[in-house]
T-cell receptor, first 115, second 112 residues
Framework: AQSVTQLDSQVPVFEEAPVELRCNYS??????LFWYVQYPNQGLQLLLK??????LVESINGFEAEFNKSQTSFHLRKPSVHISDTAEYFC?????????????FGDGTTLTVKP | ETGVTQTPRHLVMGMTNKKSLKCEQH?????MYWYKQSAKKPLELMFV???????ENNSVPSRFSPECPNSSHLFLHLHTLQPEDSALYLC???????????FGQGTRLTVV
């Protein structure tokens, strides 16, 4: 069994400010970790993922997330946000073994970037 | 464009209608999924197909009926829906032995 908790349902920030979206998870099996982004009236798009290796992973648009095994966290950060980053962000986990269970998504965090 | 295409993008239907949602993936994946996304609620996994066999059905009402005729296509047949079934329905696909899911843009369903 696994669960994902996104600690903030809404995060308002000003443009060019740093932001952190928090995600904690629990699982009885080894998992992959993901952040997805959803823009209005669209599906989810993969932002970044942690599979193995370096615990710090980066996306092409300046986001990064760090896997912390001891704290079972996978927080998403960006040092300077843009208006275009306004969206819903979902943290998700999936068992490494496909038939060990389905993906589990957090409830989502709405990031609103204000000018 | 993610390689997963859903049609229609928007659908309004009465409670006595029958309609179908279609999903097509061009990624060579062997697993496909239906999710329901309602306002103010978590993403709900409805069905999972792996190698064209249904491997998961999360207590979804029988008024939703999935069909996976081949590994590239997935349908969700709808009949006698309720207003609370209004939501964004998302299709996704993945390759079993890799990790992430690829999502379509969704069908916004309104039941009147």
């Amino acid at each position: 069994a696994q669960s994902v908790t996104q600690l903030d349902s809404q995060v308002p920030v000003f443009e060019e400010a740093p932001v952190e979206l928090r995600c904690n998870y629990s699982s009885s099996v080894s998992v992959y970790l993901f952040w997805y982004v959803q823009y209005p009236n669209q599906g989810l798009q993969l932002l970044l993922k942690y599979l193995s290796g370096s615990t710090l992973v980066e996306s092409i648009n300046g986001f990064e997330a760090e896997f912390n095994k001891s704290q079972t966290s996978f927080h998403l950060r960006k040092p300077s946000v843009h208006i275009s980053d306004t969206a819903e962000y979902f943290c998700a986990v999936r068992p490494r073994r496909f038939n060990a269970g389905k993906s589990t998504f957090g409830d989502g965090t709405t990031l609103t970037v204000k000018p | 464009e993610t390689g997963v295409t859903q049609t229609p993008r928007h659908l309004v239907m009465g409670m006595t209608n029958k309609k179908s949602l279609k999903c097509e993936q061009h990624l060579g994946h062997n697993a496909m999924y239906w999710y329901k996304q309602s306002a103010k609620k978590p993403l709900e996994l409805m069905f999972v197909y792996s190698l064209e066999e249904r491997v998961e059905n999360n207590s979804v009402p029988s008024r939703f009926s999935p069909e996976c005729p081949n590994s590239s296509h997935l349908f969700l047949h709808l009949h006698t829906l309720q207003p609370e079934d209004s939501a964004l329905y998302l299709c996704a696909s993945s390759q079993e032995d890799t990790s992430e899911a690829f999502f379509g843009q969704g069908t916004r369903l309104t039941v009147v």
